[in-house]
């Protein structure tokens, strides 16, 4: 590849990332910060509900009543409303940035809160080593992967958006079938997600993106209740390959919480075969309530970024070394076990 | 070096008489001739017209007559229609492409061929890469008679180039193109009164601007590099994007029910869309073109989105507005 268009890319890489977040400060301040930059961009048809939800949180973190915060929140409506129904507007005239990965940096904007909220509330979260992840350029996120909708995958995202020194928005990869459902393929899409395949994890890391893969794939996602974090096999090292090709460096990530959100208990493959998904799962919530079994259950996270593992010296013809790609992959599995167990205990109570 | 002979096919369709009236203007072109079934609606000066089918083997005996050194095969039917049967189409393609073939195997002055293909080959898939490389043809399955065909003009010209090393070959992989002129399927579907599209998919186009399809046929024939080259605009657009860019309506329609709403619209004389088409709005494709910008040496002058601004604003300037009132009756 030229330099011309390897400088093209590390351009399009800078401009990845979308400052919603504040840089790793209290709830009430990056709200304020993240409020303004977002009136700045194309608005969204979603806008008021967005200042509500902000200005709803900003108040309970004041420690206001929640019926105070609520009407507070309200007062701030009407002067976001003209502003919110013209961005709106610009947005049903098709005039919204979208990147050639079919990235939404306005839709993303607008979910974010929403995220922030899952983060914050849903499943109070803690990110742990959030600054181990490199500020910019390459990197490879190697987590422990579980549920059928990517919520691992956008609650690292979340994590590194809100607590890191430099935020920005993690790609990640996910199993092709999402990309066969409706709608879901366009919310994966327009929040940076792509398809799992080696092609899609070179050229966004080539572009200097921050990337998050699941090497466990299918069958992390099908793991039972009594199976939870205990890692599947990692494939057969291709995320390493991957890294050693472009020289990015692999960030372990031991996410606990997300194996609880759906639990398992029974699987239906005659059911699956019918509609061309990996599995049929039969969770407490699902099938039983319809489509309320898609949300998640409100487990507590902890989101542990591990020491990176560099890749740079290995050169890229080393991919072909199948010894030191498996070496690699098995380090990297063994680092986001260890640290799985660690956190399972550190965290305690699954549910309270 | 004495002037350059070229033969081009198709010259009768809108891009083949633009191509043709581009090598007319080269200077270091010395003699061009087009063929097709019938003449080009357009005068083209300084084009000798051969009126011949390309499906006869008559063309075994024109091409060596011609003593010309390229040649560019143009002559490949996208959209089966009004005049034109999916067989008689599968004909042309296949069929038409063989006697080219044979015929350059008889024409010792040919030493390069420039084939304006298509990017149809890669096929739109939920799992595909979301670039796709030259190399990466045929990952999946060829699931269209379209697809089918492409995949039968590449193998024939990769097995004449393993047989005559010595003639450049070069497979331009178009993606669908459009531009204020052109009359293709895809303006057609897009210039639908209700534009149905597939429920809950939004899927990543890539077009090429008419300007560059013609320009990167001629680039090629100034350069001529061995092999499948991806032509198209870079950047994609989301085909909701699209639509609201160019202030059409879109009638969203059931995955199941898609082919119907497409069928109801070709019943009714307004569009035609193929399955490659069908198949393209629910997963979107687009291609790497870093072998037509670094090797070829020609860079596209409209990226996708500007392509379709470009389209939209020779419609004049719609919106949403304008098109919702174009619906209500009593107009």
């Known amino acids: 590849m030229s330099a011309a268009r390897r400088s093209e890319r590390e351009a399009a890489g800078r401009a990845g990332g979308f400052g919603a977040g504040g840089a790793g400060g209290g709830i009430g301040a990056a709200g304020h910060a993240g409020a303004r930059r977002t009136g700045d961009s194309p608005g969204s048809p979603l806008r008021p509900a967005v200042f509500f939800l902000r200005a709803l949180r900003h108040g309970l973190a004041r420690g206001a009543s929640p019926l105070e915060a609520v009407a507070g929140a309200a007062g701030g409506f009407p002067a976001e409303a003209g502003e919110a129904l013209e961005g709106a507007l610009r947005r049903l005239e098709g005039d919204f940035p979208e990147d050639e990965w079919g990235f939404d940096e306005g839709f993303a904007e607008t979910v974010y809160p929403l995220l922030e909220l899952m983060f914050e509330r849903w499943w109070r979260a803690?990110?742990?080593?959030?600054?181990?992840?490199?500020?910019?350029?390459?990197?490879?996120?190697?987590?422990?992967?579980?549920?059928?909708?990517?919520?691992?995958?956008?609650?690292?995202?979340?994590?590194?958006?809100?607590?890191?020194?430099?935020?920005?928005?993690?790609?990640?990869?996910?199993?092709?079938?999402?990309?066969?459902?409706?709608?879901?393929?366009?919310?994966?899409?327009?929040?940076?997600?792509?398809?799992a395949s080696p092609y899609n994890a070179i050229r966004l890391l080539e572009e200097e993106h921050l990337v998050t893969v699941f090497p466990e794939g299918e069958r992390g996602i099908g793991k039972?209740?009594?199976e939870r974090y205990r890692l599947?096999?990692?494939?057969?090292?291709?995320?390493?390959?991957?890294?050693?090709?472009?020289?990015?460096?692999?960030?372990?990530?031991?996410?606990?919480?997300?194996?609880?959100?759906?639990?398992k208990l029974a699987d239906v493959p005659a059911l699956a075969r019918v509609l061309g998904t990996p599995y049929f799962p039969i969770t407490p919530t699902f099938p039983a309530l319809g489509p309320?079994?898609?949300?998640?259950?409100?487990?507590?996270?902890?989101?542990?970024?591990?020491?990176?593992?560099?890749?740079?010296?290995?050169?890229?013809?080393?991919?072909?070394?199948?010894?030191?790609?498996?070496?690699?992959?098995?380090?990297?599995?063994?680092?986001?076990?260890?640290?799985?167990?660690?956190?399972i205990f550190e965290r305690g109570a699954p549910f309270l | 070096m004495a002037g350059r002979r070229i033969l081009l096919t198709g010259v009768s369709s809108y891009l083949g008489t633009e191509i043709a009236r581009g090598l007319a203007t080269d200077p270091s072109v010395e003699y061009v001739a087009g063929l097709d079934e019938r003449p080009p609606r357009a005068r083209l000066d300084g084009v000798e017209f051969i009126e011949a089918d390309i499906r006869s083997s008559a063309l075994t005996d024109i091409v060596p007559r011609t003593r010309v050194d390229t040649v560019i095969h143009n002559k490949i039917v996208r959209r089966p229609g009004p005049g034109v049967?999916?067989?008689?189409?599968?004909?042309?393609?296949v069929i038409g492409t063989l006697q080219l073939v044979a015929a350059c195997e008889r024409a010792p002055n040919v030493g390069a061929i420039v084939v304006r293909g298509s990017a149809g080959i890669?096929?739109?898939?939920?799992?595909?890469?979301?670039?796709?490389?030259?190399?990466?043809?045929?990952?999946?399955?060829?699931?269209?008679?379209?697809?089918?065909?492409?995949?039968?003009?590449?193998?024939?010209?990769?097995?004449?180039?393993?047989?005559?090393?010595?003639?450049?070959?070069?497979?331009?992989?178009?993606?669908?193109?459009?531009?204020?002129?052109?009359?293709?399927?895809?303006?057609?579907?897009?210039?639908?009164?209700?534009?149905?599209?597939?429920?809950?998919?939004?899927?990543?186009?890539?077009?090429?601007?008419?300007?560059?399809?013609?320009?990167?046929?001629?680039?090629?024939?100034?350069?001529?590099?061995?092999?499948p080259v991806n032509v198209a605009g870079p950047g994609t657009i989301g085909l909701t994007r699209l639509l609201r860019r160019a202030g059409r309506v879109a009638l969203p329609v059931p995955r199941p029910l898609f082919a119907t709403a497409t069928?109801?619209?070709?019943?009714?004389?307004?569009?035609?869309?193929?399955?490659?088409?069908?198949?393209?709005?629910?997963?979107?494709?687009?291609?790497?073109?870093?072998?037509?910008?670094?090797?070829?040496?020609?860079?596209?002058?409209?990226?996708?989105?500007?392509?379709?601004?470009?389209?939209?604003?020779?419609?004049?300037?719609?919106?949403?507005?304008t098109a919702v009132g174009e619906l209500l009756p009593g107009r």
């Open chain 1, 126 to 195: 803690k990110a742990i080593g959030v600054s181990k992840v490199p500020g910019h350029g390459r990197a490879l996120l190697v987590a422990n992967h579980a549920g059928v909708l990517p919520w691992d995958a956008l609650m690292i995202s979340t994590a590194i958006l809100r607590e890191h020194p430099l935020p920005r928005c993690a790609r990640f990869l996910v199993l092709k079938w999402a990309f066969d459902l409706p709608w879901l393929s366009i919310a994966v899409r327009k929040l940076g997600g792509a398809v």
């Open chain 1, 224 to 226: 039972s209740w009594s």
């Open chain 1, 232 to 263: 599947a096999r990692f494939g057969r090292g291709g995320f390493v390959e991957i890294a050693l090709r472009t020289g990015a460096p692999i960030v372990p990530v031991a996410v606990v919480g997300s194996e609880e959100i759906y639990p």
């Open chain 1, 292 to 343: 309320l079994g898609a949300v998640p259950l409100p487990s507590r996270w902890r989101i542990e970024f591990c020491e990176p593992i560099q890749t740079m010296h290995y050169g890229p013809d080393a991919a072909e070394d199948r010894r030191l790609v498996l070496e690699l992959s098995e380090q990297v599995r063994e680092t986001v076990q260890e640290h799985l167990l660690e956190g």
């Open chain 2, 85 to 93: 049967s999916a067989r008689a189409a599968h004909d042309v393609n």
């Open chain 2, 122 to 227: 890669y096929g739109a898939e939920p799992e595909a890469p979301q670039f796709f490389t030259e190399e990466l043809a045929r990952l999946y399955p060829l699931r269209t008679r379209f697809q089918r065909d492409v995949g039968e003009i590449e193998s024939l010209f990769d097995a004449f180039a393993r047989r005559n090393p010595d003639v450049v070959c070069t497979m331009l992989r178009y993606q669908p193109a459009i531009g204020p002129t052109l009359d293709t399927q895809m303006t057609r579907y897009l210039s639908l009164p209700l534009v149905p599209t597939p429920l809950g998919f939004n899927p990543r186009l890539e077009l090429v601007h008419e300007r560059d399809a013609v320009e990167a046929t001629l680039a090629a024939v100034r350069n001529p590099v061995r092999g």
């Open chain 2, 263 to 321: 069928l109801a619209a070709r019943r009714l004389g307004l569009a035609n869309v193929s399955p490659d088409l069908r198949r393209l709005l629910l997963y979107g494709r687009a291609v790497d073109t870093t072998r037509l910008t670094e090797e070829v040496g020609y860079r596209p002058r409209y990226s996708t989105p500007e392509a379709v601004e470009d389209w939209v604003r020779s419609r004049g300037g719609r919106n949403l507005a």
